[in-house]
């Protein structure tokens, strides 16, 4: 009884069923070290891409990091000027307050300027009052900044000591008073109009205006009240000039034209 071939059972194929599987099995085999290794690649390849991409934020971080030191250190010399220049401004007041803007010979010249025809001043009296300035806490330092790689900048625990005491500089308040007699009620308008006008003085007023005789004959006696201003300066009035003496300046009344 004969048998059917197994190699028809093969598909046509003459060759062993066991080497047909096993040259799959390789195929396979070297399909799946492929896909591996080509995965391997792409894991490798994103990786460097990566990596690369990560040196390149480093080094711009480093990069940024430098030039925010150098502006901080720009900012701390900044701040430095702007510390002496406040230092510098602050004795500038104290020297100002110290000096003598309005000569009290400016300051009666001022006042006889004004005196009209028909009115005679019998007293003028000048009062001086040191006005108290309140004294400005320093802020506190105990604020730091940071740079970005965490190095503190700027005023901090190690900033130094902290900042001298303020010297505030003085202030003074000056009141003046002037009484005298006048022939008529215009003279004394006139003699207030002319004060209130002039750049020295605010707050002019008339305090009282009384008759009075004087051998048997009639005045309106009056008395006059003002304050000198706070930015009263001689050189506003108008007539007076500044002469220098050695390191010494004055204001002093006259005329623009007078010679030297």
Do not use: C
């Not at 005196?115 to 001043?121: A, E, H, N, R």
């Amino acid at each position: 009884m004969s048998h059917p071939k197994e190699s028809s059972n093969q598909g046509g194929s003459f060759l062993p069923a066991e080497y047909v599987k096993g040259k799959s099995q390789v195929r396979a085999n070297i399909m799946a070290l492929f896909l591996f290794m080509l995965v391997i690649a792409g894991v490798v390849g994103a990786f460097t891409v990566n990596h690369q991409q990560w040196r390149r934020v480093h080094q711009e971080q480093k990069l940024v990091a430098a030039a925010f030191e150098e502006e901080a250190a720009k900012i701390e010399q900044l701040e430095a000027l702007e510390k002496q220049r406040i230092e510098l401004i602050e004795r500038a007041e104290v020297v100002t307050a110290l000096k003598d803007r309005v000569p009290r010979s400016v300051l009666l010249g001022e006042i006889v300027r004004a005196i009209p025809d028909g009115l005679t001043l019998t007293l003028v009296n000048l009062e001086g009052e040191r006005v108290r300035v309140k004294r400005v806490e320093p802020k506190d330092q105990s604020a730091k900044t940071r740079t970005l790689t965490g190095k503190n900048v700027g005023k901090g625990k190690d900033a130094g000591p902290p900042d001298p005491v303020k010297v505030l500089p003085p202030k003074f308040k000056f009141s003046l008073s002037a009484e005298g007699i006048a022939q008529e009620n215009d003279h004394v308008a006139d003699f207030l109009a002319a004060l209130k006008a002039s750049p020295l003085f605010g707050d002019v007023e008339l305090q009282f205006i009384n008759v009075t005789t004087i051998d048997k004959l009639e005045y309106r006696k009056f008395k006059i009240t003002m304050n000198l201003l706070d930015q009263a300066d001689a050189r506003l009035v108008d007539g007076t000039r500044e002469i220098e003496i050695g390191r010494f300046k004055f204001g002093i009344a006259g005329s623009e034209t007078d010679t030297d």
